[in-house]
Nanobody, 117 residues
Framework: QPQLVESGGGLVQPGGSLRLSCAAS????????VGWFRQAPGKEREFVAD????????VYADSVKGRFTISSDNAKNTHYLQMNSLKPEDTAVYYC??????????WGQGTLVTVSS
């Protein structure tokens, strides 16, 4: 089964940008969709964005729409979350996930993003 490893988190000032990466290994495998979730301290994990690999159809949470972009490099088995215009409320552990049309079956260990001045 695929293993997902996130990277790219860190400390950034409000208004700044970060790009998270999710490297998938353990294949060969075919993933239907890849997504990103996040969990802020004291809050439940929430959906951020996902993309259907075959159609490149992407979906975003209202809170990040217009600021975040999800993408994939199939040749590298790597998936990305470009985050622009970051706000303090974007502070969270970000998780990469992948799976079928019906469920997210695989999860990474998470990468911490802190937005603070």
């Amino acid at each position: 089964q695929p293993q997902l490893v996130e990277s790219g988190g860190g400390l950034v000032q409000p208004g700044g940008s970060l790009r998270l990466s999710c490297a998938a290994s353990g294949g060969p495998f075919s993933l239907y969709k890849v997504g990103w979730f996040r969990q802020a301290p004291g809050k439940e994990r929430e959906f951020v964005a996902d993309i259907v690999m075959r159609t490149n159809r992407d979906v975003y949470a209202d809170s990040v729409k217009g600021r975040f972009t999800i993408s994939s490099d199939n040749a590298k088995n790597t998936h990305y979350l470009q985050m622009n215009s970051l706000k303090p409320e974007d502070t969270a552990v970000y998780y990469c996930t992948a799976g079928s049309a019906f469920a997210y079956n695989y999860w990474g260990q998470g990468t911490l993003v802190t937005v603070s001045s």
